[in-house]
């Protein structure tokens, strides 16, 4: 069966499917509809494990679904029939191995296996990978066309999600975008990952506080989630077809410098104390990538600087 090789030109009132609403990605996502005016043009559906739609912008419908479970999702592409499939969920904690293939990897094969069988044409499934998949790299900055040597099951995980995105793009003609997100920064980022863990320890702390910390001295490519949101965005409508994207600034900063900001943005007097058991052995020292790629065919580029505190608010 052919699916159809089709651009992502828009029409009036089409609809966005969009999993993990309630994410920390989907709740950005959101607000970004609301900021641009995007729910006068499109409709968008969110959808979630959950019984409440947690977001204070109510731009979308919701439906409570189990992404886990395929006829559950089967149901709600079927009866839906939408243009566009968004998938945000992903996990970078999983417990076990299969945890990270049934959440990183599966979730996004049932969705092309659902089209597939069903022979339902879509214009575009936007899919989120991660820098993760190119792991230990030599050469900066990261291109797309980089070698992939993921160092952990998260990584490897979002690499068979995108295996099997060219997969059904080669064999089905499905258009399919993969998003490869460097590090991001936002309020309401997960406290496992270390900017929110600073985030989080920062906000407890009282004045003259020592904040413990890992190693501070690497340095990695931030972006904030509102540029995030906005270059899938940019790629859900202008990217071309099969092609994998860096979503990253294409310079690196170094963490300490993101965790002196964040002191300075909490305005209170803390200081940093090294706790060996935060350090990484075989830490990598730096990574950024290169987003002359998604720039060029998008013209997307990222607005908000990472260092400037009055550009951006995490508290």
């Not at 499109?42 to 189990?66: A, E, P, Q, R």
């Not at 793009?169 to 499905?174: D, L, W």
């Not at 803390?270 to 990484?280: N, Q, S």
Request: charged residues 25%.
């Amino acid at each position: 069966m052919y699916l159809g090789k089709r651009g992502a030109n828009f029409c009036e009132m089409d609809k966005i499917l969009f999993l993990g609403s309630n994410s920390f990605t989907g709740f950005y996502f959101q607000k970004f509809i609301k900021d641009k005016g995007l729910d006068k043009e499109y409709k968008f559906i969110g959808t979630d494990i959950s019984d409440v739609h947690n977001n204070n912008f109510s731009v979308s419908d919701y439906i409570k679904l189990n992404p886990l479970d395929k006829s559950e999702l089967e149901d709600v592409i079927i009866n839906l029939k939408p243009n566009y499939i968004i998938n945000f969920i992903g996990t970078f904690s999983g417990a076990t191995y299969n945890d990270y293939i049934n959440i990183n990897t599966n979730i996004s094969k049932n969705i092309f296996d659902i089209l597939v069988e069903n022979n339902l044409e879509v214009k575009k499934v936007l899919l989120i990978g991660s820098a993760a998949e190119y792991g230990i790299v030599k050469d900066m900055p990261i291109k797309e066309d980089s070698c992939n040597n993921p160092v952990n099951y998260y990584g490897l995980s979002k690499l068979f999600q995108t295996h099997i995105a060219k997969y059904y793009h080669n064999n089905y003609g499905i258009n399919v975008n993969v998003l490869r997100t460097f590090n991001i920064i936002g309020k309401g980022i997960s406290k496992s990952l270390s900017i929110g863990n600073f985030i989080d320890k920062i906000e407890k702390a009282r004045d003259g506080d020592y904040i413990t910390v890992g190693n501070l001295f690497p340095k990695r490519d931030f972006l904030h989630i509102e540029d995030v949101v906005e270059a899938y965005w940019e790629v859900l409508k202008k990217g071309k077809t099969g092609e994998i994207y860096n979503v990253c600034s294409g310079k690196s900063i170094a963490i300490e410098d993101i965790f002196l900001t964040f002191v300075r943005m909490s305005s209170k007097k803390l200081f940093p104390l090294v706790d060996e058991k935060l350090i990484k052995k075989d830490e990598i020292m730096d990574i950024y990538g290169d987003n002359s790629k998604i720039k060029n065919d998008t013209n997307w580029s990222p607005k908000i600087d990472i260092l400037n505190d009055k550009a951006y608010n995490v508290f």
